[in-house]
């Protein structure tokens, strides 16, 4: 007779958790005879927008457009430079682009993975127009240092806080410290719809262009020229885009709005947990906690040091091959073959460089069990242990 072999189930890198309020809300849209851009949007701006406590927040179709639209909304001359940096995802460089602008890449600190103001400084060459901050994994970004470093008023930055809902900067939320800044609500964001983004200001100017940008140019939507009594007439005043967001992702957000508050302490503990489990691994390096203000644990990206005794690409495959998936936040945009044509001769983007061969993005959600991250943990450590045991006697190859 056989022997029952208990196997473990896969941990996947993100599991995106969409609650039975939430899909009754998007079932109770979705029969009400109008999905698109509506009334829930409408209504999921006024709860966003009080969330982070900015004045105006505009619904758009995911925060890559996001970015583009707020930096349309800056209103630059066209192929004016916007700083960002080279760690970071590669629709936010596309973006820079797409709104018709060069993108200048700065190198980042080795600790924080985002730009700090001497990797600045040394990327502003003639100088720059407007900036592109990243706030990477969930840590905030000093936006106001580094709007200085770059020679820059807040009203030239866009932030990139698809990492950062629920970060906060001292004692304030990211949302309305810059001229604009843009979310995310990716499938694996800290608040999921599955897509969809929020442009957040109190700038009234750029609320208002936004709007209009999201939708073509068009100077109404398709909801305000149906109401009753309403024009079916249009006027196309901008050179705009199809990135509106709709009632049923919005219907959605607005229920997962809700729990974000405990969602966000969840992935707290979690991020502690991993701390714990991770700090006797020798060669493992955490991701570091902000002197001040509030992470908001979208990542948990951990570098692996030499002293470990395997790469990063073999721990990956070894955890892969238990069922434990990873991912890489990011790989450096300088590397990428488009956007070499971008940069700088001379350009220095050593910390990015070094770092890139090192980080791993664990499993992290907050539905992700304690007893998961230990399962994780262990793993590594034994990867760790036996490559240290194996180093001078050759044995048969570990599970890669």
Same mark, same amino acid.
């Given at each position: 007779m056989a022997l029952a072999i208990e196997?473990?189930?896969?941990?996947?890198?993100?599991?995106?958790v969409i609650t039975a309020r939430a899909r009754q809300a998007a079932s109770r849209v979705m029969a009400s005879g109008w999905v698109t851009t509506g009334p829930e949007v409408v209504a999921f701006e006024k709860d966003f927008a009080q969330w982070v406590g900015a004045q105006h927040a505009v619904g758009v179709a995911s925060c890559t457009a996001a970015i583009e639209i707020s930096l349309r909304a800056l209103e630059l001359a066209p192929g004016s430079r916007v700083l960002t940096s080279t760690i970071t995802f590669c629709g936010a460089i596309h973006a820079i682009?797409?709104?018709g602008h060069i993108p200048v890449l700065a190198d980042v600190d080795p600790v924080t993975l985002m730009p700090n103001a001497d990797t600045i400084a040394a990327a502003l060459g003639r100088g720059v127009d407007a900036m592109v901050v990243t706030h990477y994994g969930g840590h905030g970004a000093p936006v106001m240092? $580094? &709007?200085?470093a770059a020679r820059l008023p807040l009203s030239r930055v866009v932030e990139d806080a698809a990492h950062a809902l629920g970060t906060t900067i001292g004692a304030r939320r990211v949302g309305s410290i810059s001229g604009a800044t843009c979310f995310s609500f990716y499938a694996t964001k800290n608040l999921p719809i599955g897509e969809g983004g929020m442009i957040t200001t109190d700038d009234a100017r750029i609320?208002?262009?936004?709007?209009?940008?999201?939708i073509h140019g068009m100077s109404g939507d398709a909801w305000k020229r149906y109401m009753p009594g309403a024009s079916w007439r249009y006027d196309v005043t901008e050179d705009g885009i199809k990135a509106n967001m709709?009632?049923?992702q919005a219907a959605i957000g607005r229920v997962h709005?809700?729990? $974000? &508050?405990?969602?966000?302490r969840r992935r707290e503990e979690l991020a502690a947990h991993y701390d714990t489990g991770l700090s006797f691994v020798r060669g493992i390096v955490p991701p570091p906690h902000p002197?001040?203000?509030r992470h908001a644990w979208h990542l948990y990206v951990i570098k692996v040091k030499p002293e470990f005794g395997v790469t990063r690409d073999k721990l990956i495959s070894a955890l892969t091959a238990q069922g434990i998936h990873c991912s890489v936040h990011f790989i450096p945009n300088h590397l990428q073959p488009y956007f070499r044509r971008f940069i700088a001769r001379g350009s220095d983007f050593s910390a990015a460089d070094a770092a890139f061969r090192e980080i791993v993005s664990l499993p992290f959600y907050h539905s992700l069990t304690t007893r998961e991250i230990d399962r994780v943990c262990a793993a590594i450590a034994e990867i760790g242990a036996f490559s240290r045991v194996t180093t001078t006697t050759p044995t048969p190859a570990f599970r890669w």
């Open positions: 196997t473990e189930q896969p941990i996947p890198f993100a599991r995106t682009i797409h709104a240092e $580094l &709007a200085a609320a208002s262009l936004s709007r209009t940008l999201r709709t009632d049923v709005l809700k729990s $974000l &508050a405990s969602w966000q002197a001040e203000g």
